[in-house]
């Protein structure tokens, strides 16, 4: 679901006129400046144009998620 908006790179995409553009997840900066509670609730009821998926996913599902999300900050030590 994410992909679609966000890209399989995590680097966002285009915005319909008038909204803002996906987030980028590369973006150092962004990816300093959320917890990953915040990344969650985001997750959980939206943000700006981005849908709320409420019950969608699981707490391991979310967690995967942030995971995922924290993946592509390009500050992170890759094992």
Same mark, same amino acid.
Request: aromatic share 8%; charged share 25%; hydrophobic share 35%.
């Given at each position: 679901?994410?992909?679609?908006?966000?890209?399989?790179? &995590? =680097? %966002?995409?285009?915005?319909?006129? +008038?909204?803002?553009?996906?987030?980028?997840?590369?973006? !150092?900066?962004?990816?300093?400046?959320?917890?990953?509670?915040?990344?969650?609730?985001?997750?959980?009821? &939206? =943000? %700006?144009?981005?849908?709320?998926? +409420?019950?969608?996913?699981?707490?391991?599902?979310?967690? !995967?998620?942030?995971?995922?999300?924290?993946?592509?900050?390009?500050?992170?030590?890759?094992?």
């Amino acid at each position: 679901m994410c992909g679609r908006c966000h890209g399989a790179d &995590g =680097k %966002g995409g285009f915005a319909p006129e +008038g909204t803002n553009a996906p987030r980028d997840f590369c973006d !150092a900066a962004f990816q300093a400046s959320r917890t990953d509670e915040q990344l969650k609730q985001a997750i959980r009821v &939206g =943000k %700006g144009a981005m849908p709320g998926f +409420g019950n969608v996913f699981s707490d391991a599902d979310l967690q !995967a998620l942030v995971h995922k999300i924290r993946s592509f900050d390009p500050g992170a030590k890759k094992p």
